[in-house]
């Protein structure tokens, strides 16, 4: 964005602030408490939705962003997870208006966890807030050690950081105390939790970490 | 972008696309012929720049682009690759006036390839012109079949696209008709290599290729 003037770049993100407040009180008065789910493409966020949402003892909601296709909200509906889509067309990230828009047509029937999973892109969703409690930043071992390094801001801005595929952790080049003083440099309060979302290891402990962490917002409903 | 009004996109894409073809007349003009490699975080794309500078005959020159870091300019210079760096410091792609500043910077002794690798991004890339003569597409088979369907733009406007990691296509579920499907639906003509980091396994049909390609505007000296 470094093409456009200072003046439209802090208007931009002004008004996505103010979409992003009232987002987040709509969806906060309704007992829903929203993650907002980062990573680049390939890096097994759906899978995470899936894994997660059935180790959840509450109920959970789905809005799928996507540039285009509703390739993953199929998936998700297969398991029985009910998830509406967002297409950005063009668009690299999801904003504020667009999550506003989605859950003025969503039927919250009970306090629970809304994951919103953002366009597949390391870079520019870590800019704009779209009105979330927490972030949730998946990265993945094949995509390498060198990533907070690369993309600090997706790092600097997590609350929650999961490391993925880590089944693959034989035949790659994944230098793990690398990648975590990159990543504690940037970042060094976040949870951070390594999962395989082909045996679903890992997943019990994240389900456990953000179930409490949503309580304050939910009640006692989504409580263990 | 969707936030922006339509003219003043417009206005950028214009912009970009005035210095982008200065760019190309300087570089051409000099018998440099310029590859714009894109893909997403972690795709393997510096690798390949190590493998395929190896391979040709010719002189290579290299530019990084990254948000921050110069760790992969590091890495090839460990592999005595010269390369030049330029970081966006917060911008998810490169544009016509970044690379404008780097080559007038650099020395350009000999005809070759310049490769510029652009900040690893499967979206936004795509949208700018950094006055390349290709743009080269890497995908790796561990972030999954359906990124063409997700992704289009830079399927579509790629004139060559490398398929990496295939090492791993045991440990994951890559399912490759689908994914040429998806790709030859936004692109039935660029050429499609399938490549292997570790081994090196496929460079020299892409090195080959390239030589060829670039030719015309490197001049003999290129050819092997």
Redesign the interface.
């Known amino acids: ?4 003037s200072k003046d ?1 770049q802090v208007d ?1 993100h002004a ?2 602030e103010h979409v992003a407040e009232h987002v987040h009180e709509y969806l906060t008065a309704r007992g829903i408490f929203t993650v907002n789910v980062m990573g ?3 890096a097994g966020k759906t899978t995470t939705l899936e894994k997660l949402i059935k180790l959840l003892p509450g109920t959970s909601y789905v809005v799928e962003g ?4 509703d ?1 993953d909200t199929e998936r998700l509906r297969q398991q029985k997870i009910s998830a509406s889509q967002i297409n ?5 990230h999801l ?1 504020a ?2 999550l506003h828009n989605a859950v003025h047509t969503m039927e919250f029937a009970a306090p629970g966890i809304l994951f919103v999973e953002n ?6 969703p870590a ?1 704009f807030s779209i009105g979330e409690d927490i972030k949730l930043l998946q990265v ?1 071992v ?3 050690s ?2 907070p ?5 997706a790092f600097e801005k997590a609350d929650v950081i999961l490391l993925s ?1 880590i ?2 952790l034989p ?2 080049d994944f230098n793990e105390e690398f990648f975590l003083k990159g990543l504690r440099h940037l970042n060094p309060e976040a949870p951070f939790f390594k999962v395989n979302g082909k045996t679903g290891a890992g997943y019990d402990q994240v389900a456990a970490w953000l179930s409490k962490r949503a309580s304050a917002v939910t009640g006692a409903g989504q409580e263990k």
């Open positions: 964005m470094h093409m456009i439209v931009i008004r996505n680049a493409p390939g996507d540039i285009e296709s390739i950005t067309f063009g668009a690299c904003d208006p667009l366009v597949g892109n390391l870079v520019c800019e993945c094949t995509d390498g060198d990533k390094y690369k993309y600090p801001l595929k089944d693959l035949y790659v």
